[in-house]
Every structure is written in C-alpha cells, then in structure tokens.
C-alpha cells in the first residue's frame, strides 16, 4: 500500500445539471442543457500555412462602369431624340435625296403600218445611257481627274465629243444625281460599256491603285424609231427627234396617240447600283396606240421608184406622185423624190425633209382645164360637140394669148379643146359662164373651190399649204384669163389628184385620207372618221368629162399618148406651167404634170404625178409624167386586181369641118 500514491480526495464542486434521459427527464418550462464544443484538435507538426491575400470590394468599380455607361447611353438618347423627333423630317429629306432616285420609265411608242398591217415604222430596244455626278467627284473616287478618265473612256463608244461629256460629269449644281449622256443607244452599246465596267471593277479589287471611274455611269431601258424601209414614205411617216417625240409627218400629226403615257419608277441606290432590299414605287408607262395607213407598201415603193427615176434623168428640182382610191378617197402612195432616210437627218438636204407632195404650191396648169370643163358643161353652156374657132392669137384684157405652138386656126369642138389643151380655146369656153367677164369670173370660182382649191385637204398634216386661190373680184386683168388654164392659181399635188378622183367618183368629193385607224395597247381596233363627201357636179358632167379625158390619152391628136395601157381605158390630162421659182417668186422653168384615172368607165384609181424644173430632155407633163403615171398605173390596176371592162371608147370628136 506504501508504494503506492494515496489516492486523491474529490472536491465537491457545484453539481451539473443532469442530461435528459441520465436517470431524470426535465420537467415543464426547464431549458434545455447546451452540449459544450469539443476542444480544437492540435494540428500535426508542419511548415507554416501560406498567407491568404483578400481583395477590395468591387462594389466601387461596378459603380464607376454603370456611370460611364450611363452617359454614354444618355448621349446616344440625346442623338435620337434630336434626329427622330427635333429634326426627323429635315434627315428624313436629306436621307431621301441622298438614298432615292427618280427616272422617267419611256412608253413603248406604237408601230406605223400600211393597210396590210406591214411594219413602216416600229421600234426596238434601246437605252439611255445615265449617270450620277456625285459619284465622280474627289471624295467618291480620291481622285481628282475621275470624269476626265470617264469621259475618254465614253467618247468613243457614244461617238461624242470628249469635253462635253466632262460638262455632264461635273455640273455647276454639285448636288445633281442624274444627268442623260446619250439617248437611246442600241443593246450593243450598253454591253460595251458593261463590260468596261466589269473590267474596271476586277482590276480595282485586285490593284489598290485603281478606281472604277466608270461605277456611277447607269442605263435607262427605252427604245429607237427603226424604219424597216428606210427611205420608203419618208415624207408621209415623217421622223422621231432625240428627245423620242414625233418632229415631222404621221409621227408628229399622230404623236400623242403613238406616243403613249410614259412611267415613273423611284428607287434606292448605292454607288451606282439598284438597292433591292429597299422599297421602291413605280407607275408602269402606258403603250401608245398603233397607227395603220390606208397606204399600201408595194404601190408606194412602185410610186416612188418611178419619180425618183424620172427625177434623176430629167435633172429636175423635184417630183411626186400620188395614188388615191377614187371610190374611198383613201391615199394610197404619195411618193417624193428625192427623198431622205429618217434614221439620220444629219445627211439629210434640209430642201428634201417634209412632205413635198402636200407643202409645195404650185400653178397646175393645163390640168386645171378640167375644172373650167366641169363648170361649162355642168352650167350648160356648151356641150363636148360645142364648135370652137381657136386663132393662134388672142387678145384679151392688157394681154396678148397664145398656145404652147403656133398654129393656123384650129377649128375645135369642146372636146377637142381639152384633148389639145388649147389655151385660147378655155379662155373663149369659160367666157360664156357669165354675160359679163365678171360674172363668168365668180361662177368660175365658186367651182374651184367646191373642187377643194383654196382649202386644206382634210388630211390635217403638218406644214400642208392650202394653195392660193383670190376671191374673183380680187383676180387682175389677166389672172381672169390666165386663172382658166392654170396659171394664177396654186395648188398642191393632193388637191390635184383630188380633183380627177372626185370627177372619176361620179361628181362627188370624197374628202382624201391617209389613216385607216388605230389599233390601242389592248388590241382593240378604231377605225377612223368617215370623210366628207360632197356632190361638185352632177353624175352626167362627170361621165361626159370622163369620156373627155380619154380622147386626151386615145385620139392622135391628144397630148397624152404616152400614158396609154394596152387594154385599159385611160381618162387624163397633161400640163405645162410656167413654174414660179420659189427662192425668187419668178417665173423660172416649168412645172410639168399628169393626172388621170383609170378605167375610164369604172374607175378605181387616180395616179398624178408632177415634175418640178425638169432641166434636161423635154419639160412638157405629156413627154416626161405620162410615162410615170403610166408606170404606177399599170402597177396599181395589177396590185388590186382591177380587170379590164372590155368596153370600147366613146371617140368623142376632136375637131370639125367648116
């Protein structure tokens, strides 16, 4: 017991209380007892733990992000409201003017045919070739000499002159988008300069060097006047000028109706390139209406060949010829030579451009003699066996009158004063229209212009002159002689075939007409007015002059045997004028000329044709226009179908025996 230690006294200390569940359960409202922590343990025996570094807190920075952003935004805020709400219409314009472009979208302009729907007039694609200034300047290129470049690039391929191009390229108004370098180029054109473009383009990509000076230059799709006859009834079709509209003949009588109604089209457009995913607004252009003539293109090339034939071997001033309907008045050639080719005026004589047949004023001459025989005869005062005693002088008034040849004195009847075309032996007929001078003078007038002289034609053509006719207390001493054989009075080649077209349509003026009709955009055919037609003399004048005119053609002492057809009965008249120089008002050479119909017992067609200052071979209209009317004639009586009536002629007496 001694080696051991004594065993240790406990000191009472104060009592813990006693878990739950240790031999006593808590009672009502005690708390429970906190269960102690056990002790840390002693960490093992190491190297030092490292020293852990703590950062700030972000709260500052995040701060200082948000407000930086927030002013930034603010500023962005200010900028809208300024562009969308304070000035939104004034960007909104400039945007516009900057973004969209304006064109003018061409109407297809309608075709003019014959009466067989043959094309004389149409037209093909084309294009105006554009461009856009704003796009060739310093800033848009960094070059300084961007429409220099463009402009030698152009030149050739245009046919223009180099530094006006320039002009074009560099306007005045620096904010001009769209300027016109050339009007209604052909496909071939636009390609070359495509592909020059596409050229430039490859080579800028590829060379940092290069600019494409030829990105601003564009194309407006429209079409060319093409005439597929080229020279054919130029002077009835007239032409198109440069800015597309009708300058002369049908296309400028007729322009609106062929013209159409052009389109607009706006677009979006960025260097010179269409904007596809930008709206744009169009109105579609309207077709103009097709025009078809009552002229048919085998009798007008017929007509025309043949004048310009004798035009050439008589080395005369001019000629024309004219084919008309008798029944219907319709034109059916009206033919000039020389004439000119309407795709280049530039080569054009300016004396050639118009309508010769419809503006020139003429004295007819002895072709007029018909209306002196239509009055004596439809006023009764003589008949075709009348007896007249023709001298070879005769002296009236302050003037002493011949014929075209000396001669004994001829002892005509009235047919054979119009068969012989005898000056003296007209002016002794129409005498006895009055019991004075003055009296036959009026009655004499009031037919010539029942016949259409004096007056236009009703054809409404431009430039047409109405010719000169004075009312008869107007004419001098010798128009009231010289007025009954053609000479103080003028006419034009229409209103002279028209007087024989209304003696071969049994006395009645058909009013002339060269349009049938026009054909709208939707296919729809409108002919056009029925002309005026009015009674001028009675059916039996009319037939006795008929049978008058023929013995002009068939007996031998006529002075129209050139113009005679084999199996045909022809009716016609020659003439002879003093010509009055229309650069003087002189008289200087002759008007020459022949008009007639045919068949001369049931006429269907009239042929006139007239040679001015025939200069080479004879002048007489019998010699040099009887072969033309004979020429287009036979053509003509072929082309319609026209057979021969079989009749024989009435061989009207010429002259008597004392």
């Avoid at 005690?30 to 852990?52: E, F, H, S, T, Y």
């Avoid at 930086?68 to 314009?93: C, E, G, I, M």
């Avoid at 080649?493 to 009645?508: F, H, K, L, R």
């Amino acid at each position: 017991m001694s080696d051991r230690e004594p065993p240790r006294r406990r000191v009472p200390g104060p009592a813990r209380p006693a878990r739950p569940g240790a031999g006593q359960r808590p009672g009502p409202g005690a708390r429970q007892a906190r269960i102690p922590r056990p002790a840390p343990r002693p960490r093992p025996p190491g190297p030092a733990a490292p020293k852990v570094i703590r950062l700030g807190s972000p709260r500052p920075r995040l701060r200082l992000v948000g407000l930086a952003l927030a002013l930034v935004l603010s500023v962005f805020v200010v900028r809208l409201l300024q562009v969308q709400a304070v000035k939104a219409d004034t960007y909104a314009a400039k945007a516009g003017q900057n973004l969209y472009v304006g064109q003018v979208l061409d109407a297809e302009r309608g075709k003019i045919t014959d009466r067989n729907g043959v094309a004389l007039a149409t037209s093909e694609d084309a294009y105006d070739i554009t461009a856009d200034p704003t796009l060739f300047t310093p800033d848009q290129l960094e070059i300084a000499d961007g429409p220099e470049q463009a402009a030698a690039l152009l030149a050739p391929i245009l046919g223009q002159d180099q530094d006006q191009l320039v002009e074009k390229l560099r306007p005045d108004n620096k904010a001009l988008r769209y300027v016109k370098l050339a009007s209604r180029q052909t496909p071939q054109v636009w390609q070359q300069i495509k592909d020059l473009k596409s050229a430039l383009t490859k080579k800028a990509e590829t060379d940092t060097s290069s600019v494409n000076v030829l990105a601003g230059v564009l194309s407006v799709p429209t079409s060319k006047r093409v005439y597929p006859n080229n020279e054919l009834a130029a002077g009835i079709l007239g032409w198109v000028n440069a800015e597309g509209k009708g300058g002369g003949g049908i296309e400028l009588q007729l322009d609106k109706r062929l013209a159409g109604e052009d389109g607009k089209i706006r677009y979006a457009q960025s260097g010179g390139r269409l904007v596809p995913t930008v709206g744009s607004s169009e109105t579609p252009a309207v077709p103009g209406s097709d025009v078809e003539l009552t002229i048919d293109r085998d009798l007008q090339w017929a007509a025309q060949n043949a004048i310009s034939e004798q035009v050439e071997k008589s080395k005369a001033d001019r000629g024309y010829v004219i084919v008309q309907d008798t029944r219907t008045g319709e034109v059916l050639a009206m033919a000039n030579a020389p004439g000119f080719d309407p795709h280049d005026l530039s080569e054009a004589d300016p004396a050639t451009l118009g309508n010769a047949a419809l503006q020139d004023a003429f004295e007819p001459g002895s072709t007029a003699k018909v209306l002196s025989m239509a009055a004596v005869l439809e006023e009764g005062a003589a008949t075709p066996q009348t007896r007249v005693v023709v001298p070879n002088r005769l002296h009236r008034g302050d003037r002493l009158f011949k014929d075209d040849v000396d001669h004994p004195t001829w002892y005509l009847t009235l047919n054979g004063v119009l068969a012989k075309s005898s000056n003296i032996g007209t002016i002794l007929a129409t005498g006895q229209l009055g019991k004075t001078q003055a009296a036959a003078n009026k009655v004499l007038h009031d037919y010539l212009r029942a016949f259409g002289l004096g007056s236009h034609t009703g054809l409404g053509f431009p430039g047409e002159t109405k010719g000169i006719l004075a009312p008869p207390d107007a004419w001098s001493t010798s128009q009231q002689y010289t007025i009954p054989f053609g000479q103080g009075v003028s006419v034009n080649a229409m209103q002279a075939a028209s007087v024989y077209s209304t003696i071969a349509n049994d006395g009645v003026r058909v009013e002339p007409t060269l349009v049938r009709g026009t054909k709208g955009p939707d296919g729809s055919f409108t002919p056009a007015p029925k002309p005026e037609e009015t009674r001028v003399v009675s059916q039996k004048t009319a037939k006795t002059l008929a049978r008058m005119l023929e013995s002009v053609v068939d007996d031998e002492e006529g002075t129209g045997a050139k113009a005679r057809i084999p199996g045909y009965r022809v009716a016609g008249k020659t003439g002879t004028a003093n010509r009055v120089d229309p650069a003087t008002g002189k008289y200087h050479g002759y008007t020459s000329s022949f008009a007639g119909f045919a068949p001369a017992d049931q006429p269907r067609v009239t042929v006139s044709c007239v040679i001015q200052n025939a200069t080479e071979g004879s002048y007489f209209g019998g010699q040099i226009c009887g072969p033309v009317y004979k020429q287009v004639m036979e053509f003509a009586l072929k082309t319609l179908q026209v057979p021969p009536t079989g009749a024989e002629p009435a061989n009207l007496p010429v002259t008597f025996k004392r």
